[in-house]
């Protein structure tokens, strides 16, 4: 969820607010989804004249290796933000080692980073910044103020604000067409992944050598898979469709979506609540049931005592 911090003190007397958005490598959420939740954020504060100061884009450094789903997570961002805002970008390295092996291998990941076409060298060419943060406060605060000094006279414009401002469909803006694209791909693997698997069940049918049962058993499990995959094809379809939306419509959407998770949170929290009064009272039949055996066992004994004299 886009969160906004106001940071702990005014940095070099000037207040400072830091915006945490999701990731488009979250396994929970689907990127379509992340990104309707961070273009509704951007176009709200574009609508009420707040402008951003710059963006950190972080990059964990230990990881060992650049996936192409990180590639295309970092084209995403790279046009939600457009060539021109470059300058207001920090590229942040982050989980720095402090062994010297380590820390070898990690300068040669991080020069990788800026000399490939595919990592940052499109954006550091149009002018983001590089930055490597392993002195704690001091180089958070570094990157902080390099964009403070450099930050637009009348505040910074992201593409995707630009273009959501004029009508664009958020599927036709540069990110979503990437984020599209991505999607495509994964359309391609699924389809090809069930061509596959419906010549493997052609074939099974025509093996004579097998059993009927076996070749029934082959080809359901088969079908099973295929059946799988079209799911997986479906889901995609719905990310694409999520992305079908433009500025007033996200608003609109986003709007219910968050009364519809207030709403079960609030069915949670009086599930919870009922749930402890039920605990508290079943608590305090346990301790009347308590006080009563203590009760009768006194009274027993006391009747045991008194057929003894």
């Known amino acids: 969820m886009v969160e906004a911090h106001p940071a702990s003190q005014n940095i070099d007397g000037r207040r400072v607010i830091f915006v945490d958005t999701p990731g488009f490598d979250d396994t929970t959420r689907p990127d379509s989804a992340i990104l309707r939740e961070i273009a509704n954020w951007l176009n709200k504060a574009y609508k009420e004249s707040i402008k951003l100061t710059g963006i950190v884009y972080l990059h964990a450094v230990n990881n060992t290796r650049v996936t192409g789903t990180a590639k295309n997570n970092l084209r995403m961002f790279n046009k939600m933000c457009g060539d021109d805002s470059m300058s207001s970008v920090a590229l942040v390295t982050t989980h720095w080692a402090s062994g010297e092996a380590d820390r070898r291998m990690q300068l040669a990941r991080h020069q990788e980073l800026l000399e490939d076409e595919a990592f940052w060298k499109p954006m550091m060419l149009q002018g983001a910044t590089d930055f490597i943060h392993d002195r704690g406060k001091w180089s ?6 390099h964009l403070l000094n450099n930050r637009p006279q009348d505040g910074l414009d992201l593409a995707i604000q630009r273009e959501m401002e004029v009508g664009i469909r958020l599927d036709k803006t540069a990110a979503g067409i990437a984020l599209e694209e991505k999607l495509e791909n994964k359309m391609e693997i699924y389809e090809a992944e069930i061509n596959e698997l419906q010549r493997e069940i052609a074939e099974v049918k025509r093996d004579n050598k097998l059993s009927h049962q076996k070749r029934e058993t082959d080809v359901r499990i088969l079908k099973e898979e295929v059946e799988k ?10 990310d694409k469709n999520l992305m079908k ?8 959407e986003r709007e219910r979506e968050l009364q519809e998770e207030a709403k079960r949170h609030d069915q949670m929290a009086a599930r919870l609540q009922a749930e402890r009064h039920q605990n508290e009272h079943l608590r305090d039949e346990n301790e009347m049931k308590k006080k009563e055996l203590k009760l009768i066992k006194a009274r027993i004994r006391q009747a045991q005592a008194c057929v003894v004299m």
């Open 140 to 145: 958070a605060l570094e990157i902080v103020r």
């Open 229 to 238: 995959w079209k799911n997986k094809i479906k889901s995609v379809e719905f």
């Open 245 to 252: 939306v433009d500025r007033d419509q996200l608003q609109l």
